[in-house]
């Protein structure tokens, strides 16, 4: 019994220091849930007014940086940087109800390494797709793990992981439309987006 009270005590404690002032302002002095995050900081990074512009509509998601010039940390990449057009990448296909990268794929990651590398001012996502077999919400998974798996290797050939983002569409954006065999292995692939910062 005595342990029950201690545990509504300490729940109820708990509640106070989360709804505590201090953890529940933004920096514009508005009120925010203390999970959420304070978005009253980001600003258009041209140094005029940045603390407490907030994102409005006429926010151009290409400039969000800190006062270095650095992107935001945690912001997509697709959000706030330019995509590189000149630069086109090969898909990695993978096989079926798998994430593990065929032998003869390795050549396409290499590449990718081979640019990140090279040039400091690029960034990557690494976008995992599936065929339309399968659940959404299983697909999705895999998707992810597609492109975890592309990311942990082009990390370990040397590419900081701080430059590469994941993104899962499952089955979402299908490379070929239809159905069958070599469809759906065209649709089985990771994707790179190669963005400039």
Not at 15 to 21: P, Q, R, S
Not at 134 to 147: C, K, P, T, V
């Amino acid at each position: 019994m005595q342990i029950s009270k201690l545990m509504m005590v300490n729940a109820a404690l708990m509640c106070a220091l989360v709804f505590t002032d201090t953890g529940c302002k933004n920096a514009d002095g508005s009120w925010r849930w203390p999970w959420s995050k304070d978005r009253s900081v980001l600003g258009t990074g041209d140094g005029v007014n940045d603390v407490g512009s907030g994102l409005s509509g006429a926010t151009d998601l290409n400039r969000i940086t800190d006062e270095m010039g650095n992107v935001i940390s945690g912001a997509r990449f697709e959000d706030v940087l330019q995509p590189v057009t000149d630069i086109r990448f090969n898909p990695v296909y993978f096989g079926f109800d798998s994430y593990s990268i065929p032998p003869q794929e390795m050549p396409k990651i290499n590449a990718v390494a081979q640019d990140l590398l090279q040039n400091n001012n690029h960034v990557l996502v690494v976008e995992g797709h599936c065929d339309e077999r399968g659940s959404n919400e299983y697909n999705l998974s895999l998707g992810e793990n597609r492109a975890q798996t592309i990311r942990s290797i082009l990390v370990n050939l040397g590419v900081a992981a701080d430059r590469i983002q994941t993104r899962s569409y499952g089955e979402e954006k299908p490379a070929v439309i239809g159905s069958g065999e070599e469809t759906w292995r065209l649709n089985r692939r990771g994707e790179f987006a190669l963005y400039q910062r």
